[in-house]
């Protein structure tokens, strides 16, 4: 099985770079987009129509921001979207779908860059995900967890580290958080395989960074511990283009 997770930076914009026939050409059992600034009621009748998939969207309330969506194959066992905490359900960042040996979960997390206020609603945002993650796992799921983290663990994981350690995405508070949630049990695949590999999943539109390969890696498949043997691969794909991000993919047995 083959599962695929992509920031596309707005779904009705990447629809005229080739989304479509990208996804035809692949194949992914299962897609997540992050970010896809649109209601369902904006997308055309061939983003909702892509041949032997079903979609699921979850928008934000607020117009032309945030976004989930999954696009899938095999039908689920159930499909809900949100974490317990409502507070954190407005702006369409979660989806999850349950199979019968895992549970995925696509999250958009939020960016804290704008100020103080939304750095701490960022915080708290990983906090309930994490307790919500680890209720899950103490109840005997496997959990897949995808999307756009908008956190860069480790200095290896950026171009630019100490440039960039006091600016959200890089913080210690926010870094000491990906230690946390590994350290309760989840295992950062791409990294699993790849303990020194150099590879980006985003770059900023300004300064040519994309060109020059200036990014950071904040996109990320993550498993409980227990579920690590059935992971197969795990892949950053560079050369896919249409949105700030790449998308990324797990392959499961």
Same mark, same amino acid.
């Given at each position: 099985?083959?599962l695929?997770?992509?920031?596309?930076?707005?779904?009705?914009?990447?629809?005229?770079? #080739?989304?479509?026939?990208?996804?035809?050409?692949?194949?992914?059992?299962?897609? +997540?987009?992050?970010?896809?600034?649109?209601?369902?009621?904006q997308?055309?009748? *061939?983003? $909702?129509?892509i041949? #032997? =998939?079903?979609?699921?969207?979850?928008?934000?309330? %607020?117009?032309?921001?945030?976004?989930?969506a999954? =696009?899938?194959?095999?039908?689920?066992?159930?499909?809900?979207?949100?974490?317990?905490?409502?507070?954190?359900?407005?702006?369409? %960042? !979660?989806?999850?779908?349950?199979?019968?040996?895992?549970?995925?979960?696509?999250?958009?997390?939020?960016? #804290?860059q704008?100020?103080?206020?939304?750095?701490a609603?960022?915080?708290?945002?990983?906090? *309930?995900?994490?307790?919500?993650?680890?209720?899950? /796992?103490?109840?005997?799921?496997?959990?897949?967890?995808t999307?756009?983290?908008?956190?860069?663990?480790n200095?290896?994981?950026?171009?630019?580290? $100490?440039?960039?350690?006091?600016?959200s #995405? @890089?913080?210690? /508070?926010?870094?000491?958080?990906?230690?946390? =949630?590994?350290?309760?049990?989840?295992?950062? !695949?791409? %990294?699993? @395989?790849?303990?020194d590999?150099? $590879?980006?999943?985003?770059?900023?539109?300004?300064?040519?960074?994309?060109?020059?390969?200036?990014?950071?890696?904040?996109?990320?498949?993550?498993?409980?511990?227990?579920?690590i043997? %059935?992971? /197969?691969? !795990?892949?950053?794909?560079?050369?896919?283009i249409?949105?700030?991000? +790449?998308? /990324?993919?797990?392959?499961?047995?």
């Amino acid at each position: 099985m083959k599962l695929f997770s992509f920031n596309v930076n707005g779904i009705r914009a990447i629809e005229k770079k #080739g989304f479509i026939d990208w996804v035809n050409e692949v194949q992914p059992d299962i897609l +997540c987009l992050q970010e896809i600034k649109a209601m369902e009621d904006q997308l055309s009748d *061939e983003l $909702k129509n892509i041949p #032997g =998939y079903k979609v699921i969207i979850h928008s934000a309330e %607020r117009k032309g921001y945030s976004g989930t969506a999954i =696009y899938y194959k095999e039908e689920p066992i159930k499909i809900w979207t949100g974490l317990p905490n409502p507070k954190f359900n407005t702006e369409g %960042r !979660t989806i999850a779908m349950e199979y019968e040996d895992f549970i995925l979960m696509n999250i958009y997390f939020p960016n #804290g860059q704008k100020d103080d206020e939304r750095l701490a609603f960022k915080m708290e945002f990983y906090d *309930e995900f994490l307790n919500y993650s680890n209720e899950l /796992i103490s109840q005997g799921k496997n959990l897949i967890v995808t999307g756009d983290y908008n956190v860069a663990h480790n200095e290896i994981d950026l171009k630019n580290p $100490k440039a960039n350690e006091k600016r959200s #995405g @890089f913080l210690p /508070i926010e870094r000491r958080w990906m230690d946390i =949630y590994i350290e309760n049990g989840s295992i950062d !695949t791409f %990294r699993y @395989f790849n303990p020194d590999k150099v $590879k980006y999943s985003w770059w900023s539109y300004r300064f040519n960074a994309r060109k020059n390969n200036a990014g950071w890696r904040i996109d990320y498949f993550f498993v409980n511990n227990a579920f690590i043997d %059935r992971v /197969i691969n !795990t892949e950053i794909h560079n050369d896919v283009i249409g949105s700030d991000h +790449c998308p /990324i993919s797990l392959e499961i047995k």
